[in-house]
């Protein structure tokens, strides 16, 4: 793969990235974000279009002055990185205060644009250099001046596009803008370098140093740093996709752990149920309808807990958590334990119809309290399989009064035996 074929590819993701961004632009027309976003993709499809070299002979034709491709290509791209900052400030900042951030870097591209058109008609560069159009002129002093506006403007915007979207990563609660913004950062960085590099190569031409042997490695360099950002900016909207196989396959194992705990509790409390979930083939493909079901098995659960909660077993639950501190469990994995064990002694004694003797009162849920439905999820399922397998759970019903006569204390409790 030569530079044009990765310049070729840059091109092409580009305008794969504007037409995916404007889909959802049509949905959000009055998101000054998403509207920034898609300005500074299509620029930048614009750019790659026609700075390249199968295309700029005809551009120029088309313009109708040599070189008029070189000058469109860099004020797209000053559009792109002011645009891309505008991304950044609306971003990070409410609308109004925003649009005032915005305001200085707008005058600044267009100061530059303005810059660049002068000073352009001034040089006048008449020989068509499609490949090499920077380095062949950076020797001619006007347009010298004209290239050190250029990049000036480059490298700054580019160090406060790296700048910001490293800061805000770290700030982001978002994992896949989070991560988005990591990477724009990454090529934010590597193309600044390259500016950094072109911007000594000025000096360097005017004293007949060159530098035409480096320009096919700044230029795959270059590329690699943009297809790094396309990356970042649009992940946020198909990164989800990707963790859809994980957050499948974990709903999955959470509803197999959490389903023979709810139909036990159920089974004594059988007008708990949510309504059924409506759905069609394609849905129940989708992560969501697992994890839908997976949050009425978490409700229902609660729900009937809260029912039966006259027929828990302190003393059971007691001897539970000494048992498991005897032994040296963590204090979570004590709380896991004292609430299976609460669990089981509810369903035993419904089975019979008994609440146990010398009941001082029901004990609320021993679990400690998550801060989300998320924590709540791998709570319970940690409970259920604490409930199933753990025999500290089987030793404290079997000194309890709710325990079946002839049980032995090292016997496995199980979710099936309890129910």
């Known amino acids: 793969m030569n530079a044009y074929t990765l310049h070729s590819v840059c091109a092409v993701t580009a305008w794969l ?46 313009l109708g002055f040599p070189n008029g491709a070189a000058l469109v290509s860099m004020t797209c791209i000053v559009l792109v990185l002011a645009c891309q900052q505008f991304v950044l400030t609306f971003w990070a900042h409410p609308p109004a205060v925003a649009r005032r951030k915005a305001r200085p870097r707008a005058l600044a591209a267009l100061f530059v644009l303005a810059a660049l058109f002068t000073l352009y008609v001034m040089t006048g560069p008449s020989e068509q250099r499609p490949k090499d159009f920077a380095l062949h002129y950076a020797t001619d002093p006007p347009f010298a001046v004209f290239l050190s506006i250029y990049l000036l403007y480059f490298i700054g915007s580019e160090a406060a596009i790296a700048r910001q979207s490293h800061a805000y990563a770290k700030v ?10 990591g990477l724009v950062a990454i090529g934010a ?6 500016s950094l590099s072109r911007a000594f190569s000025v000096p360097l031409e005017a004293l007949s140093v060159d530098l035409n042997p480096m320009e096919p490695i700044t230029r795959v360099l270059g590329d690699v740093g943009t297809l790094i950002t396309y990356v970042g900016w649009t992940l946020p909207g198909w990164g989800p996709a990707l963790a859809a196989p994980g957050r499948r396959l974990r709903a999955r194992r959470q509803y197999q752990r959490l389903r023979p705990l709810r139909n ?15 759905d069609g083939f394609w849905h129940r493909l989708r992560p969501s309808y697992l994890e839908f079901k997976v949050y009425r098995l978490v409700i229902e659960i609660r729900d009937c807990q809260l029912a039966l909660r006259p027929y828990a077993d302190p003393h059971a639950v007691r001897v539970a958590g000494e048992l498991g501190r005897a032994a040296g469990l963590a204090p979570r994995e004590v709380l896991a334990v004292e609430e299976a064990t609460q669990l089981a002694s509810m369903v035993r004694s419904r089975r019979r119809n008994t609440a146990p003797a010398a009941h001082c009162g029901p004990r609320a849920a021993a679990g400690p309290q998550g801060s989300g439905l998320a924590d709540e999820i791998d709570w319970l399922v940690r409970v259920a399989e604490v409930m199933e397998r753990s025999p500290y759970v089987a030793e404290a019903l079997a000194g309890s009064r709710a325990e079946t006569v002839g049980e032995g204390p090292g016997r496995r409790s199980g979710i099936a035996d309890v129910a």
Do not use: M, N, Q
């Not at 960085?189 to 390259?194: G, H, K, P, S």
């Not at 089974?267 to 309504?275: N, V």
């Open 264 to 278: 036990a509790l159920h089974e004594f409390a059988p007008t708990i149920e949510l309504p059924a979930y409506a």
């Open 172 to 181: 982001s609660h978002r994992l896949w803008l989070r991560r988005g913004l």
């Open 189 to 194: 960085w590597l193309t600044l370098a390259i």
């Open 17 to 62: 990235a504007f037409a995916y961004k404007l889909t959802a632009l049509r949905k959000a027309p009055r998101d000054y974000a998403l509207a920034a976003l898609c300005g500074a993709l299509l620029f930048s499809a614009i750019a790659y279009t026609i700075a390249h070299p199968r295309l700029y002979v005809p551009v120029d034709r088309l």
